[in-house]
């Protein structure tokens, strides 16, 4: 049973006294989160704060191995899930530095996402739709027939990354570091992205998000809603992303 707030919506996920070690070592020294539908939370932190760790301890990769606590998805323990049973749940991410995949087309990644959420279009109209979605992000038919991520720039990756989420359509979506490595223009084209991909739908329901930027500059396009600093692997401070982010501006990581 989904538990549902006064608003009507409903909680997506919550992280309960989270610890996690990576080969070894303790990262994660209690984190607790809540994120529920139609909220964007933004996670920022110094390096090596465990801002990755967290987003690949919620995923489930092996590497990542979680000693205390729990992560609920809607209202479903999924700590000790496989990372492909989460995704089959709703879970969707963009990863900052995502691998090539050799001879595996981006088009025929996105035609199998399509034809999940649109069974009863025909073969044409799927490869309309997914032509469509490539012209949202300004990726043309002839890039769509490259293999995923080879040879991409670092604006193409992104694009591309975000265009497998907008065929996939997960139900909470996270974000590593979109703004990376990306021009002025990228930014403004990913950024209305994810605010697209995060907004209200009559199909799917609200949706929500998680989103790692060291740089920040992102967060004067995207709607966040909530900002928390990781440190030495905790959550120290919570509030609103503006403030906090002018805050890290002025003094840094050192005084929150």
Known sequence: MLIYLLNGDYMLLEISDLEVEVEGKKILKG?????????????????????????????????YKVTNGTIIYKDQDITKLSTHERIALGLGVTFQNPPAITGVKLKDLLTIETKKHFAELSDEEVNEKVVKLGERLKLNESFLERDVNLGFSGGEVKRSELLQLLAQQPNFIMFDEPDSGVDI???????????????????????????????????????????HILKDGK?????????????????????V
Do not use: C, Q, W
């Open 31 to 63: 984190v607790n989160l809540t994120i529920n539908e139609g909220e964007t939370h933004v996670l920022l932190g110094p390096n090596g704060a465990g801002k990755s760790t967290l987003f690949m301890s919620i995923l489930g990769f092996p590497n």
């Open 185 to 227: 223009e990228n930014v403004e084209l990913v950024s209305k992205e994810i605010n697209t991909l995060l907004d209200h739908d009559k199909e799917d329901g609200k949706k929500g998000g998680l989103l790692i930027t060291h740089l920040g500059y992102i967060l004067n396009f995207v709607d966040a809603t909530h900002a």
């Open 235 to 255: 959550i120290v401070r919570t509030g609103k992303p503006k403030e906090i982010m002018e805050d890290i501006r002025t003094s840094g990581f050192g005084d």
